[in-house]
Every structure is written in C-alpha cells, then in structure tokens.
C-alpha cells in the first residue's frame, strides 16, 4: 500500500493523463474522418508518449522509490550495524565533534546519544593528554607526511587525520588508546580509524571503530604471562632442556643447555646429532641414551660427564623422555641436571669417609698413612700417591706411598724415599712454600720435578698434590700421579686438600699419640727400673699402678695386687696377729692429704716380714684428691748393716773394755797404796794414767751410748714424771763433785709433771750440771730452775763460770768440741756429753741451746714439749727396729712328734721363734730356765696329764706369769680348773687362724708393760718390793705418801694397786675411798698388804675391783709378787679368783 | 732368783765372803781377785772356764760368783743356766761381769736368774761394795 502511497501523485498524474489523452484521442477521431492514420498515428505516438512518460514516471518514481528505499534501506542497515556492532562506533568531523555515536559506545563510554551528539568533543571521551600523546605516535610512525590541508582540522585531530590519510583507505590500522568513561574510569581501547569522505572525495570526518582491550588485554596478559612462566621456566631453568626430533637433531635448547655445552643455539641446530654435543669419550653413552629413549624407554638419573668451554667438568644427571603421537615418536625430551656441586660433595664425603674409617681402624700412624693415601688414591682414580711430611729441620721426607698394584711404580716409589727436599723443591716442596695446591699436567716439562727420570720409567705422566695443613702450618704435603694427561681440575683439588685436613689432624694427633707413647715408655722403664716398690692409687685408697719391685717385694703378682687398698696389702698378710690398730702408720698415711713418711713392716703374701721405709703423696688436681702414690724401700739392709753396726760397736766396745778393765783395775789397786808405797814423782805418773783410763772408759760409754741412740737402738721409754724430782735426783748426784769444788748447787723450781724418759732425761741433768761445776769458779753457784709454758717446760743450768764465746754456742753441741781444747781435756771430758745431751732432747721432740749470761757465765737451757699421747704413740710405733729384732718365743708342748712339728712350723712362719718340748716334764723345765713369751700345751698328754703340767707351771714362781694357750682333744673343757690356769683354750682339730689368734691374744696382754703402783711408806720394804717386781718386768711406781698416791694414780693409771694401810698423810682407807670414786679406777685390783688382820668389815670397805688382803708378817716379798703376777694375768674388770687362793686368807 | 733369808744375812757378816770369778782373762781374774782380797779382804776362788767354774762352785760352795758373759766354748748366759739347773749350785747368786750393756739382755739375764749385772771396767775400789750391795749383804766387807 504505501509503494501505492508513495506513488499516488505520479498514479494521479497518471491516470488524469491517460483519461485526457483518451479523450484527446476521441476527438479526434470524430473529427477527423478521413484522415485516420496521420491522426491516429499522433495520437498513438502521442498516447505512447504519454505512456512512456507515464511508465518513465512511473518508472522514475519507482526507482526514486526504490532509491529511496534503498536508500532508507541502506540508512537502516547502517543503524542496525551501528546498533547491533560490539564494537563502539564513532564519527566525528573535523572540528572533533561528534556525528555518530553508537550504542556500543553509550554502553562502553557511559554516555547516552543524546548527551554527546552535538555536545561532546572527541577529547571529551578520552583522558587528559591522551588524544595528543597518541597523534604524535602515530604519526611519528609514518613515512611521510601526506600533502593535504589541514586548516579546517582541529588541532587534536590533525595528527589522525594525517595518520588516516597517510595509506590507502582499504588498510585501515588500529593503535591503542585510553578511553574515558562518563564517570572518569579510563579502558584500553583498539581504535580503528578511517577517513570520511565526501562524494568529492574530500575528507570530511574520522571514524572511528574502537574495541575494549580490558579482557582482551587481560587475556592477553594473562596468555603472555603463562607464555612468560613457561618461557622464564625453560630459559632460567638451571636443569638443561632440549627438545629433539626423532632424528636426533636439535629443535630446542634452553640458555642453560647452551651454557652448559658452551654453544649457542644456533650452533646446536647445526650439529647432525645429539651426541655430537658431548666430549668424544662420552659420545657412545649418549648416544645409546638417546636410542633408548627413542625406543620410549624413560630414561632417569643417567650419568654423564661434559667438559664445558671453561675446560671444567661437569657431573650431569640426564633424564630423556620421548613425546609419542600415535605410537610414533614426535620428539625427544632431554632435561640434564648438573650435580657437579653435589657429586663434589658426594665425593668429598666419601673420601672424608673413607679416611676417617682408615684412621678409626688403624692404630698406628705407620698402617694409617699408606691406608689413607690408597682410599684417596683409588677415589680418584689416580695411579701413585705419596706422603711427604716436614720434618722439625725445615726439610720434606717421604713418609709413605701408595700404588695401585697391578701397575707398580716402583721405581718412582724408590726414588722419593731418598729424597730430603728442600723447600720449593720438586712438587712437594713447591706446594709446600706456595702453601697451595699444585698441578703438573706433564711431568717432563716442570724442570723443578727432580724425580722426572723415575717418573718416566714408571710412565707417570700428570702430578699435582695439595698441602696438609695442621692450623696455620704445612706439616705434609700429599701428591697424586698419574698415567694418563690430565688437565688440571682445580675442583678435585680443592677437595682432596679439604680431605687432607683430617689426614693433617691425625698425623698431628698420632704424633702427639707417639710422643705420649714414648713419655709412657720411659715412664714405664723408669718405674720398672726403680729399685724401690710403688704404688699408685685412687682417691679411695685402691691401688691402679704397681712396679714390678713393689709386686716382687710383696711376693705377689701385679694383676693380684691391683684394686686392693695398699693397707690390705701389706698388712693383711699379719695372719693372726692382731688387727691394725687405727693407729697403724701405713693406714693412716692414706687418710692425710700432706704427705707422710715413716717406716712400719711390711707383709709378704707368705707372711714373712720385712721393714720399710715408706713415703705417700697425695696427687691433688684442682684441689681434689685424685689419688696417691706409695714409694717404700725395704729397709732390712739397713737394719742389718744397723746390726752390724752395733754389733761391731758393742763388740769392739767389748774389745776395748776387757783391756781396759785389766788397766784400771791395776792401776786403780796400786794408787791406794795398799801394794806398797812409790814416790811422789811415781804417784804422780799413776794419777795421771788411772784418770787417763777413766777417761778412755768413759770416752767408750759415750761412743757407744751416742751410736745406740742415734741408731735407735737404745728407744726411750716415756713415763709421767715430776721434773722437780729429777732435778733433785741429779743435784743429790752430782753433790759430791760439787762439793769438791766448792760449788753450790741449788734448785730454783716447782713441780712439772712431764712425759719423759727419766733416765734418759737424768743422764741430761747429770751431764750439764756436771759441766757447770767443771766451770764454775769455786764459792760460785750454779742453779737449776724449771719453767712451764704453754706446751712444755723449759729446763735451765746456770752457771757463773768464764761463759762460753759466741761463735761456739752452737758448735759446742757438736762430738768432740770444746771451748778450749786444753780446758776440757784437764777436766776430763770426753767431748761427747753435750752431743749426747742434744740427741736424748731432740729424741725426746725438744730442743736444747746455750746462752750467754749478761754478767758472767753461761745459761744452758732445754725444751722439752708436752707430749700428746698420739705423737707418742706415732713416736713409740715409729721404731719398728726394736719390735723386730726382740722375736717372739713360744714353747710348743705336744707328745706328738707331728703335730709338735706342724705347730712349730706355722709358729715360724708367723715370725716366732719356737721351742719344743716332748713332755710336759720338758716344757716345765724349758719354761723355768729360758724365757718364752707363751706356751701351747696340748692337754692330750699321756705321760704327763695337761692339767697337771699347767699346774706345775702356774705353782713355779718363774713360770706362774707366762700365759698358756691349752690345746684340747675333747670337746669344749668344762673344767674349771683348766678354765682359771689356762689364758686360752682351743679346740682340735686345730684351725691355725684360731691358734694364732689365741696367742696373739695372750701375748698382747702380757706384753703391755702392767703398771703396778706401791703405796707404802717403809722404805727398805719397798725398795725390796720394787726390786722384786724389778726383775718381773713390772713398772712399779712408789708412793710413800696418801698423797702422792693420788698424784701417781691420775698420772700414771697403775694396772694394780699394793696398798698399805697406814700412811702418814691419810690411810688406805681414804685412799680407796677417793679411788672408788674415780671413774676409771674404781674397778682396780688392789693388794692390801697390812701389818694386822683385818676384819670382815674394814675388808669391805677397801674391796675396789679384785681385792686381795695379805698381812705383811705372814707373807714373803715374792709371794706378793706372785700374787700381782697372777692378777695382772687376768684381764682388767674379771673377777675370777686364781688358782690356789680362795681370797681369804693366802695358802702356800 | 734365791735370796737369802734375813737370819743368813746377818750370820755372813760374821764370816768372810768367799767369791768365785769365772773369766777367761787371765788379767782380769788377777785384777778382780787382787781387788777384792787387797781391797775388802774377802777370799777368791777362781775358775778360767764355765766348766771348770762349775766344777769348783759344786765342789767349794762360795757366796757369790762373779760371772763374766764372754768366755769361748761356754759363755756366761749358758754357765748360769747350769749353775741354776744343779741342785748343787742352784742357790749360790751369780752376778754377771760383763762389757756389754744393753738394755734387753739385762732383762734377759735378770729372768734367768741372775742377781745382779756389774759393768767392766770396774773400779777395783769399790767392786767389793758394789757385790755387797747388790746382793743385800749389809757392810759386807
């Protein structure tokens, strides 16, 4: 309808024209009659060109329709490729505004059409600057600058415009741009520019066809980053990578492939193989590599060696894949790992290793050493390797060689081990003055190597070697050869001088092992040789360490004596005897941290003794006991030479007196005149000669008494005495001689109580007095004064004599110094008294000196210390001689001739001396006349009943006191008899152990000295007592006084008491009385000894311990003795009666 | 040891003491028999040897004996063990002469059953005194 519509004026016209022309055409028909045909022909033509101008409008009309059409057509094909186009579209003229502005650009930029046709500028749409940066790119980008006329264009358009005209309309090229958005946000943008032209063909506008880049871009970004990822991942990767074709030809190789073979990728495509890339020696292992990978096997971790263009080699680890299509293989994966640091490492650790097991198994430096060399040698793979150490005079030595066996190198081996090399010659010596590894890669060029000669015999070609070094210092230096050339790996020696480190530390360490090795040596020979025995113990006293001639004095093999204490050792073997007291020196000695030294016995394993002379150190580390050590000597030479000594002493002492005696003797008769009268010059003579004989008497005294004491045969025996008395004792002896020489002699003193030896201490006295009268002017005094301090007393003799000078004070002390030779010989001295006087006070822990008096004459002075009863027995136990040489003797009684001599023998062994007797008959005479210290009387007698020997013994005076050790054959002896008479009773079969100790038993008790103190106020009857007890043994202490018994009893501690009753001070009953009191004496036995009877009552109140009660006239001074005798027998605080005496009343 | 009892005592001080010297040394039995005759007026028997001492104290019964300890083939200790082992010696005191002091065999000797211990040299004037006193004769001569 609207084509109807659209045509309906050309169809009116039409129409009208056909109906005018209809009637035209009618008319003139009509009108005309004749002439039909030049009318009609008008008409027709005329109708003909009516209707062609009709259908020509008509025509016309329609094709202006259909132009129209078209053109409406193409006007709406243009909206829609502007509506439906993603892209934004957009025209602008030349002024930069905006004609076309399509959806997609409404939805890209955020404006509405409406907003921006008419109103915006292109610069509108994009960010500041921007339209002007890109103008001037592109046009930098052109050729040439097209003639055109840019007057009517914008500014900003001007470059575009000259960018768009610049090429033929059919190329239209894009550039990015920034966009901005509406809302200021800007995107990338494609932009495809074209020129607009008019019909004319001049350009009239821009457009513009623009894409968002932001996903593309992003895309893109994206695609090039992944690109990038794998692309930085193949060209960074450390592992190599190629790609090959199946024909083994080159298509990729990453950077690291080119470094690692030292070829550009170029290079690689032009080999014709795979294995061309490698060292010729490794051409065949690649290439089976390959093949098999080829063949789809997946190749991991193969080994293969390249040398890169650095000449260094490198350890890789291939991996090769094949890439398969359809069971064809399209190409070859090959990824290489180098693991040259880590087959390094790898290398180094086992070589590390290997070394380190070389050292741990050997133990000497001498195995070690060529051990150590071979592991390296085999390692590397070289053929010779050699040890040169420095030695201590600044040259190198050969110390050791390696050579793989089947291929000696025998002559190169000989000829290092001559050589002494200095430094910086020959190999060794280079590396050793460079301090650095060094490299010969041939031997026969290096005119420094000396032994190329051998080296070529043996054919080694290459050498190098590296320093050992011990911290600063090259102590060796190790060297490797070769027989093959080979380069220099600077990689392989770094890490053999980093192995060599170990090697440096043991060859350090195993010299200091030898020189430990060799002190040990010598310390070992030394103790070996020593001719003394020593210990050595822990810090509890075991010993660790024995010298053979301690085991040899022992009698007892090292390995026995090892992890005893030394007391068990040397003590132990006292069987039977009694335990070490705490007091034992040698036991002691190991609980002090100073060291001791003394002399005690020693025991063997088979119980012999033998004295020594012993010293302990304590070994103290940080103040910590770690041990000790135990050096004795055996002294028994010693003592024997002593006994020669004094044998030869008392001998020829012996030899000298015996004359003397006959001298004196004579020459003593005739001087009283008796053998008939001589005269004065005569008289004179034998004056002379009979003092000259005392003094040569007297001279031999002192000879003998100095030798005895010094040699410690003459021990002093310590008692409690008053000082006072001593002194008095001396001044009444010495009176006499005073007396003669008109001196007085006087007593400036009060009571010291003091340990001392009195005789030793009066014979002191007696010397310095006697020497302060021989020096005294006559009508002079010479005084004796006593003085305590805080540890002792001082004794001093004074005298006012002519003095003594000072330079002799001292020397005076000396044998055979006098003041004044002429002096002393006239009064008789010996030169002997004052040397005798020191030995006895230092003897006795003192000291002695002279003094000069400020008037006149001299002032001689001792000190004597108290004595604490430890030191004194430290002192007493100190003298083992005297213990030694007095032996034990025991009387064996046994009818048995067997069992007589199996008792003897073990008596023996244990060091006493036995007699034996066969009867008992035998033994009671044996025991009357010889002196025995016990008697072991088997009571199985049958001759002689055992009890009524022990009887007889106990009856006999001289045998009563000695103990008796019974041997039974019964059972346990339930006599009671028995039981009272005997000590000890022992039971058969007989233990030895129990036989010893039995008699060890007894004789300790009888050995102790018994104390026994007298109180009685007769004098002639004590002194008869005193001298009885005298020759019993027993210390007797007298006290005429109540009083001085009480002093003696604290001071002295008696064993027993005899007590008279009357005294004059008090009576025996205040004494007992006073003793009951006493702790520790109330338990004392006690002999009343009194002139009356006493009745039951007085009786009772003297009872202390175990009372006895004799009445003096009814009773002999020795059955008083035997009476103690038998008490002093029985152990303190018994009560048992002896045998014979019922208490009552004594029998006989 | 034997004493004497007191009674005995003092019926010696009437009688002159008669002493037996036994010493091998001719000197000094010569010496000691001159001192105590010259000297104290007593009477001396004498004897070379321990046998013969033996023999003349069994057969002359003197007051004392005078031992000397070192004497070849029987010396002092073993003659005073058999003067002690003879009853008829057994009670005669023995004093033992000798040159040697030391302090063990006194002790020794005194348990065998000597009564006294005089040291050489002696002083001849007063070794009769020292015989008197040891054996407890009262101003024995």
């Known amino acids: 309808m609207t084509w109807l519509r659209d045509r309906l004026p050309s169809t009116i016209f ?71 186009a993603g892209p934004m579209i957009l025209a602008t003229d030349l002024e930069g505004n905006l004609l076309i502005f399509n959806p997609a650009a ?164 032009s080999l014709i193989s795979f294995e061309a890339a ?91 050493l060529p051990a150590m060399l071979e592991s390296l040698g085999t390692n590397l793979g070289f053929d010779m390797a050699g ?203 190991f609980l002090v941290r100073e060291g001791t030294s003394g002399q005690d016995v020693f025991y063997r394993r088979n119980g012999a003794s033998f004295p020594v002379e012993f010293s302990v150190t304590p070994m103290v580390e940080h103040n910590v006991a770690v041990g000790s050590v135990l050096s004795f000597r055996d002294i028994s030479q010693r003592y024997a030479l002593d006994r020669m000594k004094d044998e030869f002493v008392s001998t020829v002492s012996h030899e000298l007196r015996t004359p003397l005696t006959s001298i004196r003797g004579s020459l003593g008769l005739l001087s009283t005149g008796l053998l008939g009268e001589m005269g004065e010059k005569a008289s004179n003579l034998l004056r002379i000669a009979v003092n000259n004989s005392d003094r040569l008497v007297r001279l031999i005294n002192d000879i003998l008494d100095l030798e005895r004491m010094q040699s410690g045969r003459a021990p002093l025996t310590y008692r409690s005495c008053d000082l006072e008395d001593l002194a008095r004792q001396a001044i009444d002896a010495m009176t006499p001689m005073a007396e003669a020489a008109k001196v007085q002699l006087l007593l400036e003193a009060g009571p010291a109580q003091i340990e001392v030896d009195p005789d030793r201490l009066q014979q002191v006295l007696t010397n310095l007095l006697s020497n302060a009268i021989k020096f005294s002017p006559a009508g002079s005094q010479v005084a004796v004064s006593i003085e305590r301090l805080l540890d002792g007393v001082t004794i001093s003799v004074k005298d006012n004599g002519r003095g003594i000078p000072k330079d002799k004070l001292e020397s005076i002390f000396d044998r055979f110094q006098q003041v004044d030779a002429s002096d002393a010989r006239q009064k008789g001295g010996t030169g002997l008294g004052l040397a005798i006087c020191r030995t006895i006070v230092m003897q006795h822990g003192g000291r002695i000196w002279a003094e000069r008096n400020a008037d006149r004459g001299s002032t001689f002075r001792m000190f004597l210390p108290s004595v604490t009863r430890e030191a004194e027995i430290l002192r007493l136990g100190g003298n083992p001689a005297s213990s030694m040489v007095s032996s034990t003797s025991v009387l064996v009684c046994d009818e048995n001739p067997e069992t007589r001599a199996s008792l003897a023998e073990s008596l023996r062994q244990n060091g006493y001396s036995v007699l034996e007797a066969s009867s008992g008959d035998e033994a009671v005479v044996i025991a009357r006349q010889t002196p025995v210290q016990a008697i072991l009387l088997d009571m199985s007698l049958p001759s002689l009943h055992g009890w009524e020997t022990l009887h007889l013994l106990r009856d006999d005076l001289k045998t009563a006191s000695i103990p008796v050790v019974v041997l039974s054959a019964f059972g346990a002896l339930n006599d009671p008899e028995v039981e009272k008479a005997a000590d000890a009773w022992l039971e058969q079969p007989l233990e030895t152990g129990s036989m010893l100790a039995a008699l060890s038993r007894v004789l300790q008790v009888e050995r102790q000295p018994s104390r026994v103190l007298l109180v009685e106020d007769d004098a002639d009857l004590a002194k008869v007592i005193l001298a009885t007890f005298e020759r019993a043994g027993v210390q007797v202490h007298h006290a005429p006084t109540q009083r001085k018994a009480m002093e003696l009893c604290v001071s002295s501690r008696p064993d027993l008491l005899i007590l008279d009753i009357t005294l004059p001070d008090g009576d025996g009953f205040g004494l007992v009385d006073w003793l009951r009191q006493q702790q520790e004496m109330k338990q004392l036995p006690l002999v009343v000894y009194s002139a009356q009877d006493l009745n039951e009552g007085e009786r009772k109140k003297l009872q202390l311990g175990h009372t006895e009660f004799l009445t003096k006239a009814r009773v002999q001074p020795q059955d008083v003795e035997t009476l103690v005798m038998s008490m002093l027998r029985v152990p303190q605080g018994a009560n048992e009666v002896p045998l014979g005496w019922d208490g009552a009343s004594p029998s006989l | 040891m034997e004493r004497l009892p007191a009674f005995e005592n003092h019926a010696r001080i009437l009688m002159t003491p008669r002493i037996l010297i036994i010493d091998d040394e001719d000197d000094i039995r010569q010496v000691a028999a001159m001192s105590l005759e010259t000297v104290a007026g007593w009477d001396v028997l004498l004897a070379s040897s321990g046998k013969q001492g033996i023999e003349r104290a069994s057969t002359e019964q003197p007051d004392a004996i005078l031992l000397d300890v070192m004497m070849p083939e029987m010396d002092g200790p073993t003659t005073l063990l058999k003067l002690k082992a003879n009853g008829s010696t057994s009670h005669i005191p023995v004093l033992l002469l000798t040159a040697k002091v030391q302090g063990p065999d006194q002790k020794k000797f005194a348990e065998m059953g000597v009564a006294a211990i005089l040291f050489k040299p002696f002083d001849p004037l007063t070794l009769a005194r020292q015989i008197s006193a040891a054996l407890g004769w009262k101003d024995g001569g």
């Open chain 1, 14 to 84: 039409f129409a009208v024209a056909l109906l005018l022309s209809a009637y035209g055409g009618m008319v003139l028909l009509l009108g005309w009659g004749g002439t039909f045909s030049a009318a009609v022909i008008t008409w027709a033509c005329a109708q003909v060109l009516l209707i062609a101008l009709c259908v020509h409008s008509f025509l016309d009309a329609s094709r202006q329709d259909e132009a129209e059409w078209q053109v409406q057509q193409v006007a709406q094909l243009q909206r829609s490729i502007l509506d439906s």
């Open chain 1, 106 to 269: 409404e939805r890209m930029l955020g404006y509405r059409n409406h907003e921006v046709l008419g109103q915006l500028n292109a610069h509108d749409l994009f960010p500041e600057g921007e339209l002007e940066r890109v103008g001037q790119l592109l046009v930098s980008r052109l050729d040439r600058s097209p003639a055109i006329d840019l007057e009517s264009v914008s500014p900003e358009l001007k470059h575009y415009v000259q960018y768009v005209t610049s090429f033929p309309v059919s190329r239209v090229r894009g550039f990015e741009i920034l966009c901005r958005r509406k809302d200021a946000t800007t995107f990338p943008a494609m932009v495809y520019l074209s020129a607009v032209r008019n019909t004319e063909g001049a350009l009239t506008g821009l457009l513009a066809i623009a894409t968002d880049l932001t996903a593309t871009k992003r895309a893109e970004h994206a695609l090039r980053e992944s690109e990038e990822r794998y692309r930085d991942l193949f060209e960074n990767s450390q592992e190599m990578i190629a790609t090959l074709s199946p024909r083994a030809k080159y298509l990729y190789v990453n950077p690291a492939w080119q470094t690692c073979f030292g070829k550009s990728a170029a290079a690689f495509e």
């Open chain 1, 278 to 368: 490698f060292p010729p020696e490794m051409q065949a292992n690649a290439a089976s590599l390959f093949d098999r990978a080829l063949r789809g096997e997946r190749i991991d971790r193969a080994n293969l060696r390249v040398q890169d263009s650095n000449g260094m080699y490198r350890e890789l680890e291939a991996s090769l894949s094949c890439r398969q299509d359809r069971g064809e293989p399209v190409s070859v994966r090959c990824i290489f790992r180098d693991v040259t640091a880590q087959y390094q490492r790898e290398r180094r650790l086992a070589m590390q290793l290997a070394v380190s097991q070389v050292v741990g198994e050997s133990t000497t430096s001498d195995e070690a």
């Open chain 1, 387 to 589: 040890l040169w150490f420095v030695s201590s005079d600044h040259h190198c030595r050969y110390l050791a060689g390696w050579y793989a066996p089947d291929r000696a190198c025998t002559e190169f081996h000989r000829d290092s081990i001559g050589r002494v090399l200095q430094k910086g010659k020959d190999l060794p010596g280079q590396i050793w003055a460079a301090e650095s590894p060094c490299w010969i890669e041939d031997l026969q060029d290096d005119s420094n190597f000396l032994r190329a000669g051998s080296a070529k015999t043996d054919g080694l070609v290459t050498g190098w070697g590296v320093p050992v070094r011990v911290g600063n210092q090259v102590i060796a230096v190790v060297e490797f050869f070769s027989r093959q050339k080979q380069r220099e790996d600077t990689e392989m020696m770094a890490t053999v001088e980093t192995v060599c480190a170990s090697i440096g530390q043991f060859m350090a360490r195993s010299a200091q092992e030898s020189r430990l090795e060799e002190l040990n040596r010598q310390k070992e020979s030394i103790l070996n040789s020593v001719a003394d025995g020593i210990f050595g113990t822990d810090s509890a006293g075991r010993i660790v360490f024995v010298n053979p001639a301690a085991a040899s004095m022992l009698g007892a093999h090292a390995f026995d004596l090892i992890g005893r204490t030394v007391h068990s050792v040397v003590h132990e073997e006292r069987k039977g005897r009694e335990k070490c007291s705490d007091q034992c020196r040698t036991g002691r000695a």
